[in-house]
């Protein structure tokens, strides 16, 4: 079912609720509080409104009248509403048949298919109403939304937006340029904690005062270095998102997925300033230099890399240039490619049974080779390799060398925790092969070492296969 969303405009309609069940009681008290007129009308209307605690003559307001007798025709004259939540199924039907008559939207509760709108699930917080609705084909999947969301805005964020309401005029005049003001409200938003618990009169006293700081503060933007993860949307940390939402500017690299770039604010600049085979792009002073201009410009710009922006992802370089500028930035943590495939694949990085530490190294050097191959190898560790494909003989051929076994187990991840992942196993000796049979392209991980055999998807017997195809 195709919906049309609409707010309307409370204090201009009159609903009127016919029948007085559980469901009827919960439409009435929603829309009490909104400043509608509502009228309740069904033989037990009076019983059945003092059991919910709702009064039937709302003091000074008559906002909500209750009718203790039977539904007639007359009763939809001048309402712009109805709602039908009876158990009595006569009464039901005509009521839907007088209201569709005089093509007043009529909703049966809980009866999708014989109604021409649907009230979403909703929650507020002071003026801002959120709602929800999936035109009656997911209920559920709505009540877990709502939930969701509900939980993570905080009750002082009503008091927050009726006070920037009241003080909108002023901060505009403090704050004329409207890229500056945007960034002051997206600032004051992620600060709604800090104003609990005080009235609205102080809370805008607070916000202007705030906002002549604002103006006289610094020029320049704001820049953060943001992890995108390994591409599964759905791991993005709550900060990350946020940062997508605010960004004036997102400069991204090669691995961020689109799924992820899908959820930035809809007129984003994006400016992709990944590598692609053959094509360097702009490269790293650049890069620099794109992003400390756009910020000196006072936009927001966000860095954008895959998985976290602190590994293997040259952030040393943008945050000395950054702070060359005297330009604030800010890194926004990222899983990374190895936490998200150790997940995707069930490979525990360290086991009591099978390594006792961690290494990660990037394939990708100056000069194209590792300085201490013995280090990298041994028994009782896991190593990670990002960036490893190009280099996979190399690979194989440097830890061997150093006394690792050309048995250990490896595990070749494409694409890794995205819809097109792929997964391949073998060990350390046949790793040059396992990559070039199966044509296995970057974005992809190699992981070394025992603890490959947790893999949620090779058992031992097929590990055991392995190993007698490397000895063959």
């Known amino acids: 079912m195709v919906s049309i969303p609409v707010f309307l405009t409370a204090e201009k309609h009159h609903i009127l609720i016919v029948g007085a069940n559980a469901a009827a009681m919960a439409k009435a008290a929603l829309f009490l509080e909104t400043g509608a007129r509502i009228s309740v009308i069904s033989p037990n209307a ?148 800090t104003y609990a618990d005080l009235p609205k009169d102080q809370v805008a006293e607070l916000i202007v005062d705030a906002a002549r700081n604002h103006r006289t503060g610094s020029t320049t933007g704001q820049v953060q270095l943001v992890g995108a993860g390994p591409g599964d949307p759905d791991l993005l940390t709550i900060k990350a998102h946020r940062a997508l939402q605010q960004a004036d500017i997102i400069i991204y690299d090669r691995l961020v997925s689109r799924d992820v770039l899908s959820l930035a604010r809809r007129d984003a600049e ?32 966000v860095r954008l890399k895959g998985g976290d922006p602190l590994l293997f992802a040259r952030a040393g370089e943008e945050m000395d240039a950054l702070r060359d500028k005297d330009i604030h930035v800010e890194v926004v943590p990222g899983i990374s490619a190895f936490q998200g495939i150790a997940a995707s694949t069930q490979i525990p990085m360290t086991d009591r049974e099978y390594s006792n530490s961690l290494t990660l190294v990037t394939g990708h050097l100056k000069d194209g080779a590792f300085k201490d191959w013995a280090r990298l190898s041994g028994e009782g560790q896991t190593l990670v390799i990002y960036m490893g494909v190009r280099g996979a003989p190399r690979i194989s051929t440097g830890l061997m060398a150093e006394g690792t076994q050309g048995s250990t187990p490896v595990a070749v991840v494409e694409n890794g925790t995205r819809a097109n992942e792929r997964r391949f196993y073998g060990t350390l000796e046949t790793l040059p092969a396992l990559v070039a049979e199966n044509s296995v392209k970057s974005p992809a991980l190699l992981i070394i070492g025992d603890v490959v055999r947790n893999a949620a998807d090779l058992n031992q017997k097929q590990f055991d296969t392995l190993l007698q195809q490397a000895t063959a």
């Open 46 to 193: 009076h019983d059945a409104i003092q059991e919910a605690g709702l009064d039937s003559n709302v003091t000074g307001s008559e906002k909500l009248t209750a009718f203790n007798r039977a539904f007639t025709e007359d009763d939809l004259n001048g309402k712009t509403l109805v709602y039908i939540a009876t158990n009595d199924e006569l009464t039901e039907e005509r009521a839907l048949r007088l209201a569709s008559a005089r093509n007043l939207p009529v909703n049966v509760v809980d009866k999708p298919a014989k109604s021409n709108f649907t009230t979403p699930a909703q929650f507020s917080r002071g003026p801002l109403k959120v709602a929800f609705s999936s035109g009656g084909d997911a209920p559920v999947f709505v009540r877990r939304l709502r939930s969701s969301l509900e939980r993570l805005l905080p009750p002082s964020l009503g008091v927050l937006a009726e006070a920037a309401g009241s003080v909108r005029g002023r901060i505009k005049s403090l704050i004329p340029d409207a890229t500056r003001r945007r960034l002051f409200w997206d600032r004051l938003y992620d600060n709604a904690g």
């Open 270 to 301: 994006l400016i992709f300033v990944g590598k692609r085979e053959g094509d360097h792009g702009i490269g790293q002073d650049g890069i620099n230099k794109l992003i400390v201009e756009e910020a000196l410009k006072g936009k927001r710009v």
